[in-house]
């Protein structure tokens, strides 16, 4: 299942959804960014240091 990671109104997430559901992929979408934070976190750091 593919994960996307950011909030629902961002326009960069809603074309990811968009063409997710569009083709048919099972997909989650996790709240992250702004308000919601995870993109501070030492974890995702790790992965982007640029957050």
Not at 13 to 39: L, P
């Amino acid at each position: 299942m593919l994960k996307i990671w950011g909030r629902a109104n961002s326009v960069n997430v809603q074309k990811a959804v968009w063409a997710a559901a569009e083709t048919g992929v099972a997909f989650e979408r996790v709240d992250a960014g702004m308000a919601f934070g995870k993109n501070n976190e030492d974890w995702y750091l790790e992965l982007n240091p640029n957050s």
